[in-house]
């Protein structure tokens, strides 16, 4: 298979280095050919439950990360950016053509399995709260109403804060948190080494909470992560037990604030000199050895089950599963549901889950789409909460203001008016 990949990129070096100023969109076009056809048709499936979603819930917007938002908007050019350094390093002569085609194919592989991944799963959380609203459900938090699917910029405040909350009417509250934990904020070295858990811990695709749970964030236990009540994990390729991948977790050593600093800044350096041509030393390597182990995704699965302990774990896979593979994980207690595709209907089990694990919270909401109404409501919150307001005294006071209307609605009636 890598040897075809190979010899498909060299093909198609070879067509399209005739005319530099085109190079990567014809690479782009020749290599990935019809693949793109079945990008367009995810994105215009995440599109419409997008369009539902907002819709059903009143949101203003739904946001992605800056990498799948440019996919989003032209696939094909999206490619293109990623050969960017490698088609000016070719045209250059910096790079042979061999090197070109195997860089290219590989970051447009990347790219393409990256991007399609995170598609499904956000077309996975968005179908699932298709599933569990009911009439009446509102967003709780964030206010302003903008569902984000990213984590980017989200814990700079040093707290870990969910994607989205809501009200289902009868049900009580929900919280939904997208691939925690990650890192917060830190400064000096013993920040890091507090914070240092959440760059090594497993981060499943998706966590519930019952009840509205604003912060996830616990120091004081391993992983630092509060216990959720559902984890739901997504699986977008037909062959996704049969991938391997190397899990690093507690086994990487705690780096201090300074040598996290100086990588950076010699990698930032490094970068830009290889990209203006320019030469410098070898950068001296101050960080010792990094050990992982080398695990089957079945056994990653299985190990956030154990390391999070969850009430309930979903496993949601696009294709069917195996009746082996899946026995294996039923056997750790993981509900799988497979052969899903694009069918929302077939997270059923996954909604009645969540809407099960949904808490009531004693908090009333009045919702208005008058703007002077919400400003003096807001206004009398305030001044009610600072205890200001006299209950009785604007109790009486209503209710003399809705039994003068009654009075004067009656006068109306009896002149025939």
Sequence with gaps: MRRKASEKAMKCVDKCSADYSGLARCFVECYVGGALSEAYDWIARLKHVEEQVMRLYGASAITYSRELRSFLEDPKRHLEKKLFIYTHDFIRGRISAEEYARKSLMAINTSLRTNLRTIYQDWGFLALLLKVYREGTRIIYPEHKIISLERSGRQRLRWIPPNIVIDVPGYGSASFFMEVPRPLAWGDTSDLSRVWSLYTALRPDMMVFGGRVYDVLDMDSNPPIK??????????????????????GPLARPLSAEEWRSRWIEGLYTGLADVLGISRDEAMDKLSRRTGVLMDEVRVVELYKSIYRPEQMFLVSKHVVPGEIKAMLEGHEIVVIDDVGFDKDKLEPVAKSVLETCVLVEEYIVSTRDKELAEVLGMIKELWEKGVLDKEKVVRLLIFALSEEDSGANELEKSGH
Excluded: A
Excluded at 234 to 246: A, H, N, S, T, V
């Design 227 to 248: 216990r959720p009540d559902i984890i739901i994990e997504f699986k977008e390729l037909p062959d996704w037990y049969r991938r391997k991948r190397i899990v690093k």
